[in-house]
């Protein structure tokens, strides 16, 4: 029987390496225009998509300077019209002598709440990675489907099945995780981060161009890392570990869990940690699956008696 199996398993296998290489030629090639369309939308979309980019740190620049002025002069900001204002100290001479006067400024207008940048070049830069990354979203479908057409070609049946389960499910949680990072994690981040600004009595002057790194560093890494049970429930219905496996080396796991949670985020403990937490609970959930979803069949796809 295991004869049999080993024979319809490679039965399927009919394109000779030339002619795989001219497939990843022609699936390059698709790729490529694909992803120049999408930055040309990008070139459009650029301006709004950095703007919301610099939401969250626009959000604690103004936090900061609103606590730090109230420390300065006691005074609370103040909402006039949809915009706010912050207490500025000024000081005249007059003839019984030095006065002090309250003004309030725009806080959109405080340079101190801006972000900046360094070299001459940063803004083109900027826009242009930012146009990048949003043709890679607009073109993401036609680029997962043309490389998806040339993998497809040099798998099994068996194989593709596997593919065509997992892929929806990874791509789902691919979302869930960039999306908890960019509307969850990097504002608490930020946050984090501000407060040491504001008890040490220091101001940031925050880069474009490194903000912008970090910004779409964190939600890819945390896209990777989500994909944490489908990868363990893969390997265990390949059979290369088993739901014993996993759960006999929980704190192995976790070690792990924290060096790739350094790895994947920015080198600041608040991001570890982000990311850290949820991958312990996805790990065990990734056990909990493999047991409530067992493997059935054999790596060469006998059943399993």
């Given at each position: ?50 703007n ?76 242009m ?46 979302l ?89 985020t ?18 065990f959930?990734?056990?909990a ?17």
């Open positions: 029987m295991l004869l049999r199996s080993d024979k319809d398993l490679f039965e399927q296998s009919k394109m000779s390496f030339g002619e795989h290489l001219e497939e990843l030629r022609i699936a390059l090639w698709k790729c490529v225009l694909a992803l120049a369309l999408g930055t040309i939308v990008g070139f459009i979309l650029g301006k709004p998509v950095l919301m980019i610099q939401g969250p740190l626009q959000e604690g620049l103004d936090g900061l300077r609103i606590s730090q002025t109230k420390k300065a002069t006691g005074e609370d900001a103040l909402e006039v019209d949809g915009r706010t204002f912050i207490p500025l100290e000024l000081y005249e001479r007059t003839a019984g002598g030095v006065q002090k006067r309250l003004v309030f400024t725009p806080l959109d207008q405080d340079p101190r709440t801006q972000a900046i940048g360094t070299g001459v070049p940063d803004a083109l830069m900027v826009y990675k930012a146009s990048l990354v949003v043709g890679v979203v607009v073109s993401s479908p036609a680029l997962f489907y043309f490389i998806w057409s040339f993998v497809a070609s040099g798998l099994y049946a068996h194989e593709r099945a596997y593919v065509y389960t997992f892929m929806p499910f990874s791509l789902g949680l691919f869930l995780g960039a999306a908890v990072a960019f509307f969850f994690a990097v504002k608490l981040v930020v946050d984090f981060l501000f407060t040491f600004y504001d008890w040490l009595g220091f101001a940031p002057m925050p880069r474009i161009n490194e903000w912008l790194s970090f910004v779409l560093m964190l939600p890819l890494g945390f896209g990777v890392a989500f994909q944490l049970p489908l990868v363990m429930l893969f390997l265990e219905r390949i059979g290369v570990f088993t739901v014993h496996l996993y759960q006999g080396h929980w704190k192995i796991a976790i070690l792990v869990i924290c060096v790739l949670s350094m790895i994947l920015p080198q600041d403990p608040g991001s570890m940690l982000l990311l850290a937490v949820p991958l312990v609970a996805l790990y959930g990734g056990i699956l493999c047991r409530f979803m067992p493997r059935r069949t054999t790596p060469l796809g006998n059943p399993i008696e």
